[in-house]
Nanobody, 115 residues
């Protein structure tokens, strides 16, 4: 099992930046895949970015070149650096950890991009 707690969300103007953090309750070095998802009002939850234990990453086309996912195994924390934010990035962002038999989700954190 693992508990995940997101932080770092809030209100930001278009073009601004935010860094989301996801603190895990256990060692994450053995967790193969960790991801960030988001869900905007009236839309389905979508994958934003993923990172493997080896450090390989992949991104949704809509965030490529603007968002960077990373993990710090010494701090048991997953990050999402978000730059050049757009109003369309407004959503609740969730982190997820894929263990062998089950996926675990954080409670989500709101990101609002508005002037």
């Amino acid at each position: 099992q693992v508990q995940l707690v997101e932080s770092g969300g809030g209100l930001v103007q278009p073009g601004g930046s935010l860094r989301l953090s996801c603190a895990a309750s256990r060692r994450i070095s053995s967790i193969n895949y960790m991801q960030w998802y988001r869900q905007a009002p009236g839309k389905e939850r979508e994958l934003v970015a993923a990172i493997s234990s080896a450090g390989s990453t992949n991104y949704a086309d809509s965030v490529k070149g603007r968002f960077t996912i990373s993990r710090d195994n010494t701090k048991n924390t997953l990050y999402l650096q978000m730059n050049s934010l757009k109003p369309d990035d407004t959503a609740v962002y969730y982190c997820r950890a894929d263990l062998i038999l089950q996926a675990y989700w954080g409670q989500g954190i709101q990101v609002t991009v508005s002037s």
